[in-house]
């Protein structure tokens, strides 16, 4: 909750990512920068303070053989007070320490200030001693109690016997002013300038490489609230981060798949409609029939003459049995369209299949005066498909074939075998298709305008139903046709597999 109260309070820009990369990286800079003055301050300090100590390893050697401070135990007061004069003379910021063998100070040259120690620790001096002034050690500083300074020291004997030590404190008091001197330095200033401006430049270089890095992610998120709001046509474009590339294309991936299904979705749903309007339309005319003729009879009741009753029944029966084959028809093709057909697919002899079909249509093809012929050759491969399926294609194109040809015409099938097929041709010699209507026969609802048997078309569902069957057969179908030549429709069956080896 109070999550959610901070972010309100935070304006939208600095929770941005671009915003926090660039926080961090501008503190992580700031760190640096502390870092690097502090690492120049104290190494330059250490610098000039082991300089210091090594420039001047031998002050206390000399001091120490000049002026002989102790003879037999005994401190030369004179000797040391003309030391002391010349040494402040000459180097003001260096204070020299007599001491006993123990560290004790017997006497010392700044008189202006009190001394906190009484004595200095003997180990840094011992370690100066033994390197000869090589090393860098820091000892006791009698002024501060908790100070150490760089020094020179040097033993005082007297005839081989140890008497003491001078110790010389080098830069003493002087030192602080050594070191505001090192900070007010020119060289360090130009240095501390020139990482100022390293700095900036870093910081500018990073912040536009950030702008940079984000610009792609900004590109996507645009991108995406854009597809979200409604525009299916918004894809991310190619950034040149891997990274970012997979997020694009995965969601361009499934952007696709998104407006293809909402494309699916929108043509099932435009179908859907399509059937409904086209099945009540095809329904009214023989349903209103068969109502108006019933009607009629039991109006009229025994008025009737007997032949009237008969025509009009036979009417009625005419109408139901058309309701009848459209009602079965559209159940077909929309299970076929559904895909909840699966065809049962199994080896059987094509010839023998047209053969049972012909003679089904032979009584009413001797009514209509056409002839049916077959032409196929004596051993034909069995093919596979679902035969009960095969079957309502021949029964469709023969429907049409009877249909739409007239008296004293030919229906030809041929079966011709090639390698891994037979090809199945269904050709008559009818009024044809004319060519701009020929793209579309295939298509549900399409009937033919040019004949003037309006009262014999279908419901302009078979082909399309034709088409379907083979459709989940993966085959498909081709028609050739000619206006009052004749129309044929073929395609090819598959050979069952173990006959080809
Ligand atoms: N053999 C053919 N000769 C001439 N025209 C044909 C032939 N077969 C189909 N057609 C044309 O194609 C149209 C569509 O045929 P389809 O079989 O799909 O519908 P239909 O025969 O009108 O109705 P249904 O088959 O549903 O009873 C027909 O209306 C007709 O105009
Ligand atoms: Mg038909």
């Not at 610009?215 to 609230?225: C, G, H, N």
């Not at 007239?406 to 037979?422: A, D």
């Not at 129309?487 to 006959?499: D, I, K, M, R, Y």
Request: glycine residues 6%; without cysteine; neutral net charge.
């Amino acid at each position: 909750m109070k999550m959610f109260g901070l972010h309100r309070t935070i304006p939208r820009f600095f929770r941005s990512l671009f915003w926090k990369l660039s926080l961090t990286f501008l503190s992580l800079l700031v760190v640096l920068a502390v870092a690097y003055i502090y690492i120049t301050a104290f190494t330059a300090e250490m610098y000039f303070q082991e300089a210091n100590q090594r420039l001047n390893a031998s002050v206390a050697k000399h001091i120490a053989a000049e002026t002989q401070p102790i003879v037999n135990g005994k401190v030369q007061q004179k000797k040391l007070e003309t030391l002391f004069h010349n040494i402040m003379i000459l180097n003001p910021s260096v204070e020299v320490y007599l001491l006993d063998t123990q560290g004790r100070i017997l006497a010392y040259s700044t008189p202006g200030k009190d001394i906190q120690r009484t004595s200095v620790s003997l180990e840094p001096l011992q370690k100066f001693l033994q390197n000869r002034g090589a090393s860098f050690v820091m000892g006791d500083d009698p002024k501060d109690i908790h100070g150490e300074k760089v020094f020179s020291a040097a033993k005082v004997e007297n005839g081989g016997r140890l008497e003491g030590y001078i110790y010389v404190i080098l830069g003493g008091e002087g030192y602080d002013s050594a070191m505001q001197f090192l900070l007010g330095s020119y060289i360090l200033r130009l240095g501390g300038r020139a990482m100022g401006f390293t700095l900036i430049v870093a910081a500018v270089i990073g912040l536009v490489g950030f702008a940079f890095m984000t610009k792609s992610l900004r590109a996507t998120i645009r991108t995406v609230r854009e597809f979200q709001q409604g525009n299916l046509e918004a894809r991310i474009p190619i950034s040149s981060s891997i990274e970012m590339n997979q997020l694009g294309t995965a969601f361009n991936e499934m952007a696709d798949t998104l407006v293809h299904h909402i494309q699916e979705i929108k043509t099932m749903d435009n179908l859907r409609r399509d059937l409904v309007a086209n099945v009540s339309h095809d329904l009214r005319t023989p349903l209103a029939s068969v109502h108006g003729y019933v009607e009629t009879i039991l109006m009229k009741g025994n008025t009737l003459t007997e032949e009237e009753r008969l025509r009009y029944l036979t009417t009625v029966l005419h109408s139901t049995e058309k309701l009848k084959k459209l009602v079965e028809e559209l159940f077909e093709l929309s299970k076929l369209e559904a895909k909840q057909t699966t065809p049962n697919v199994e080896p059987f002899s094509i010839g023998e299949l047209v053969q049972d079909v012909v003679q089904k249509y032979q009584l009413l093809a001797e009514q209509q005066k056409v002839s049916i012929k077959t032409i196929f050759p004596h051993h034909l491969p069995l093919v596979t498909a679902d035969i009960a399926l095969i079957e309502r294609v021949f029964q469709n194109l023969l429907d049409n074939a009877l249909k739409y040809t007239p008296e004293n015409g030919v229906i030809t099938i041929q079966l011709e075998s090639t390698y891994n097929k037979v090809n199945v041709n269904v050709a008559d010699t009818g009024y044809g298709i004319p060519p701009e209507e020929l793209p579309y026969v295939f298509e549900r609802y399409r009937k033919g305008s040019q004949l003037s048997l309006e009262s014999d078309h279908g419901a302009g569902l078979g082909l399309a139903i034709v088409k379907k069957i083979l459709e989940v057969h993966g085959i498909s179908i081709s028609v050739f046709s000619k206006v009052q030549e004749g129309t044929s429709f073929s395609f090819n069956l598959p050979v069952e597999a173990s006959l080809l080896r």
